[in-house]
């Protein structure tokens, strides 16, 4: 069965970096495009940042010029770098994999705290 596997994340001061990390195993099936989204407690899930195959990328305005997403489409990874970190930023991030027709899965998601 697919697996969606996150790391990276963990506490970081204000204006430090984290950089998360997402593994899509179980299927052979090609991966269209994969993302970031987070979540804050109270708040609606939003998308933080998405990559296409061919590695087009979109980014939230709240983190344009700070994150940079990536993708290793051999290895079925995807990667968030993400620097001058902001305390609005603290959230659980979600790693999302869109196969298309074979379906979308999410990942477990992972904690990121920004705070002095």
């Known amino acids: 069965q697919v697996q969606v596997v996150e790391s990276g994340g963990g506490l970081v001061q204000p204006g430090g970096s984290l950089r998360l990390s997402c593994a899509a195993s179980?299927?052979?099936?090609?991966?269209?495009?994969m993302g970031w989204y987070r979540q804050a407690p109270g708040k609606q899930r939003e998308l933080v940042a998405s990559?296409?195959?061919?590695?087009?990328?979109n980014y939230a305005d709240s983190v344009k010029g700070r994150f940079t997403i990536s993708r290793d489409n051999a290895k079925n990874t995807v990667a968030l770098q993400m620097n001058t970190l902001k305390p609005e930023d603290t959230a659980v991030y979600y790693c999302n994999v869109d196969f298309g027709f074979f379906g979308v899965f999410w990942g477990q998601g992972t904690q990121v705290t920004v705070s002095s």
């Open positions: 179980g299927t052979r099936a090609r991966i269209n495009t």
């Open positions: 990559i296409t195959s061919a590695h087009s990328t």
